[in-house]
């Protein structure tokens, strides 16, 4: 009558042990795969990263193009950096931006410089492109500019130069007694390992009136001349003495007289390379001559394509 009592108890311990039994290997199993999500997301993240940054790099270099994206569709901002914003060169070079404002959303500006005025890398920094194209015979940069400049592009700044902007100093930059309207030609002082170019003396330095001029890509696949093989540009004004850096690489040149027979050939559109991608391209022409290669190099160091 009461012999199945001790049976039962026995069953119900037996059904508790192996109950505790399942529930430890639940957990065992649940603590297993939460190590392994962990081994996985510290394994994957690596990798993500450097996907992430291939995305970015290659999106800079004009590779992919992400401006369908709100994010990356946002108004290119051009500072134009001269001596005299009433020059026609820099009025046509504004007229050029302007003309392509409203396809590719480019916003142009200009602040005139002068040796005395102060400019600072995070004013540079505010603008997606800087363009130094002065016009005067004695392109001046003071040293203090010349600085901010270097500083602006040692953290990422994209920069265009054109001809021999900024070679020229303030005497009294250089000099302890001076002539307060006198000029020092220094070349790309605090910018040359910068630069895709460099003259040797001032003399080698000045742009001369070239007739017959012809642009001719070497690299028609670099962003800056995709689609373009030879634009004739008429009469310029270039370095003809101008020579490549260590850093530069040179995507088009300029033929003098044509390019069947040509009088000289140097460098017309040269681009710095560096690990972390171009940060200044070189027109040794006025560079609204070539609007639509112009463009492409605005497009390409904002991280778009044309």
Same mark, same amino acid.
């Given at each position: 009558?009461?012999?199945?009592?001790?049976?039962?108890?026995?069953?119900?311990?037996?059904?508790?042990?192996?109950?505790?039994?399942?529930?430890?290997?639940?957990?065992?199993?649940?603590?297993?795969?939460?190590?392994?999500?962990?081994?996985?997301?510290?394994?994957?993240?690596?990798?993500?990263?450097?996907?992430?940054?291939?995305?970015?790099?290659?999106?800079?270099?004009?590779?992919?193009?992400?401006?369908?994206?709100?994010?990356?569709?946002?108004?290119?901002?051009?500072?134009?950096?001269?001596?005299?914003?009433?020059?026609?060169?820099?009025?046509?070079?504004?007229?050029?931006?302007?003309?392509?404002?409203?396809?590719?959303?480019?916003?142009?500006?200009?602040?005139?410089?002068? #040796?005395?005025?102060?400019?600072?890398?995070?004013?540079?920094?505010?603008?997606?492109?800087?363009?130094?194209?002065?016009?005067?015979?004695?392109?001046?940069?003071?040293?203090?500019?010349?600085?901010?400049?270097?500083?602006?592009?040692?953290?990422?700044?994209?920069?265009?130069?054109?001809?021999?902007?900024?070679?020229?100093? #303030?005497?009294?930059?250089?000099?302890?007694?001076?002539?307060?309207?006198?000029?020092?030609?220094?070349?790309?002082?605090?910018?040359?390992?910068?630069?895709?170019?460099?003259?040797?003396?001032?003399?080698?330095?000045?742009?001369?009136?070239?007739?017959?001029?012809?642009?001719?890509?070497?690299?028609?696949?670099?962003?800056?001349?995709?689609?373009?093989?030879?634009?004739?540009?008429?009469?310029?004004?270039?370095?003809?003495?101008?020579?490549?850096?260590?850093?530069?690489?040179?995507?088009?040149?300029?033929?003098?007289?044509?390019?069947?027979?040509?009088?000289?050939?140097?460098?017309?559109?040269?681009?710095?390379?560096?690990?972390?991608?171009?940060?200044?391209?070189?027109?040794?022409?006025?560079?609204?001559?070539?609007?639509?290669?112009?463009?492409?190099?605005?497009?390409?160091?904002?991280?778009?394509?044309?």
């Amino acid at each position: 009558m009461y012999g199945g009592g001790p049976q039962q108890g026995e069953r119900g311990g037996g059904d508790d042990a192996a109950l505790m039994a399942a529930l430890a290997m639940a957990a065992a199993q649940e603590e297993a795969e939460k190590r392994r999500r962990v081994k996985f997301a510290e394994a994957a993240l690596p990798l993500a990263l450097l996907v992430i940054l291939a995305i970015i790099f290659a999106v800079k270099l004009g590779f992919i193009d992400l401006s369908f994206l709100p994010f990356f569709n946002q108004p290119v901002d051009v500072l134009i950096l001269t001596d005299s914003s009433s020059d026609v060169s820099i009025q046509r070079l504004i007229q050029v931006l302007q003309e392509q404002a409203s396809y590719y959303k480019i916003k142009a500006r200009v602040l005139q410089l002068s #040796p005395n005025k102060r400019i600072f890398a995070q004013q540079l920094a505010d603008a997606d492109v800087v363009v130094l194209y002065e016009t005067e015979t004695y392109p001046t940069l003071s040293l203090q500019q010349r600085k901010e400049i270097a500083k602006y592009l040692k953290t990422g700044g994209k920069l265009i130069v054109v001809k021999n902007s900024g070679t020229y100093i #303030p005497q009294c930059d250089v000099l302890g007694e001076c002539d307060p309207n006198a000029r020092e030609w220094v070349g790309w002082l605090e910018l040359e390992d910068f630069m895709p170019v460099e003259c040797y003396e001032e003399a080698a330095c000045q742009p001369e009136s070239v007739k017959n001029a012809t642009l001719y890509t070497i690299d028609p696949e670099h962003p800056v001349m995709r689609g373009f093989e030879s634009i004739e540009m008429g009469t310029v004004t270039s370095i003809k003495e101008l020579q490549i850096s260590k850093s530069g690489v040179d995507i088009a040149d300029v033929y003098e007289g044509g390019i069947e027979n040509p009088e000289a050939v140097f460098p017309g559109v040269t681009v710095s390379q560096g690990v972390f991608g171009v940060r200044v391209i070189h027109f040794n022409y006025d560079p609204w001559v070539t609007k639509n290669v112009f463009i492409n190099a605005v497009l390409y160091l904002a991280g778009r394509s044309a």
